[in-house]
């Protein structure tokens, strides 16, 4: 079994007969996860062409919803605007006319703390020097809950679907529209200041540290930064909040949704274990919350994270950037014997695939169906199935592909012979 991720644009510009025949002819597709709100994202992420998109070489996400729902009406003081495009064709319930449900199981797919919302103001994510970081909510916002819950039942409602993939569920990393590493020191909103100091965390003095490992980076003192935020006991207490902030969200979700629509049920989407404990997201509580979860250990993009982004917003001689990476490595606990230099032109060693993924298998509660990412472009059909060749020899269950609309046509028919040949 294997699924792939689909944008709107796939659908509107490429129409559902093209889709199910490239998907026809990977031929261990199972699952469709459609996306059903865009995030600020080119498609393809960084640069290149839509491939086999007959309207748009590429497409801008912007953070809008692409369903039939009035989000206002629904949730008047927090709601994510809906697309204008909506306005002529839907996306979601195009697919759900023309797909065979008999052969594809659909499983629309949310970002849920990151997009354009109206009403962000008491919801918002707020950085260690008070800055808002653009179109993020805090997973403590006190909106946060209570709007995706009625989102959630009625999406259900609407398109009958009741199991849905919860992506966006983290604070925000270095990157987006822009590289803004000062979003990693988040968040200082008043609901989260307040739980902190209940906690027993000194936020002023939490926020004093950060700004000494700010300008350490800023001096160039990669391994000293390093070194402190790794020995410092009160960022270790802040991560161990962001963790407990992101998994109490999701709880609280899937509880107050339950009360709504008792038959919703989420699989998670979740950055590859050596990031995703910096930014919140502990794999062992929140695989209690659903017991299906994908990540995405793209090796050829440092595991999905903008690394290169990272090095050079910091660094700009080829010795600074070495030392830079260097420090990057140690503080991510990526014991990979690689140069910056040799990372640019290709990547983590493909080990880093069966690695996260037999990460996952060992922090995730026993019995979680673990989906391994794959990275379908800017890539060989070579290396993607080299890639598929590591998941599947790692303690990962299942691929799951992304995404449908970046990949070249020759990807396709390069699953399917692999799989026919596995036959």
Not at 26 to 31: E, P, Q, T
Request: charged content about 25%; hydrophobic content about 35%; glycine content about 6%.
């Amino acid at each position: 079994m294997a699924g792939i991720h689909l944008h709107p644009h796939d659908i509107i510009d490429e129409g559902t007969d093209q889709i199910f025949r490239f998907l026809g002819e990977m031929g261990d597709i199972d699952y469709i996860f459609p996306q059903v709100n865009t995030i600020f994202e080119r498609n393809p992420y960084p640069a290149g062409k839509l491939p086999h998109n007959p309207v748009n070489e590429y497409v801008m996400g912007r953070g809008t919803m692409h369903v039939s729902l009035d989000t206002k009406q629904i949730y008047s003081r927090l709601y994510q605007k809906v697309d204008p495009s909506i306005q002529e064709k839907d996306p979601m319930e195009i697919l759900q006319r023309s797909v065979d449900h008999d052969r594809y199981q659909v499983i629309p797919w949310l970002n849920l703390l990151n997009g354009d919302f109206q009403g962000v103001e008491a919801n918002a994510v707020v950085d260690f020097r008070q800055q808002v970081a653009e179109h993020w909510l805090c997973p403590n916002g006190p909106d946060v809950v209570p709007m995706w819950s009625r989102m959630l039942s009625a999406l259900a409602d609407r398109y009958g679907y009741a199991t849905f993939m919860i992506d966006r569920i983290r604070y925000p990393d270095w990157a987006g529209k822009e590289v803004k590493p000062q979003g990693i020191f988040s968040c200082f909103c008043s609901n989260c200041v307040r739980k902190m100091e209940e906690q027993g965390i000194h936020t002023q003095q939490l926020v004093e540290e950060m700004n000494v490992v700010s300008e350490l980076l800023r001096a160039q003192q990669f391994q000293q930064a390093v070194y402190m935020m790794q020995s410092s006991d009160r960022f270790k207490q802040w991560i161990a909040f962001r963790q407990d902030s992101v998994s109490s969200f999701v709880e609280r979700l899937k509880e107050q949704t339950a009360r709504l629509h008792p038959n919703i049920t989420f699989w998670l989407d979740l950055w590859p274990p050596s990031y995703a404990w910096l930014l919140g997201q502990d794999y062992s509580r929140l695989t209690k919350s659903a017991d299906k979860l994908k990540h995405f250990p793209y090796h050829k993009l440092g595991g999905g994270a903008d690394v290169q982004g990272f090095i050079e917003y910091f660094a700009k001689t080829p010795e600074q950037q070495e030392e830079a990476f260097r420090a990057f490595r140690s503080f991510f606990h990526l014991d990979y014997d690689i140069t910056y230099a040799s990372f640019k032109e290709k990547g983590y060693p493909i080990q880093f695939v069966t690695r996260e993924n037999d990460k996952v298998r060992e922090l995730a509660q026993p019995g979680t169906e673990i989906y391994s990412g794959i990275q379908m472009w800017n890539i060989s059909s070579a290396d993607l199935i080299e890639a598929v060749t590591a998941a599947k020899a790692s303690k990962a269950d299942h691929p799951l592909y992304y995404c449908y609309g970046w990949a070249e046509e020759e990807h396709f028919s390069a699953i399917g012979q692999w799989n026919r040949q596995l036959a």
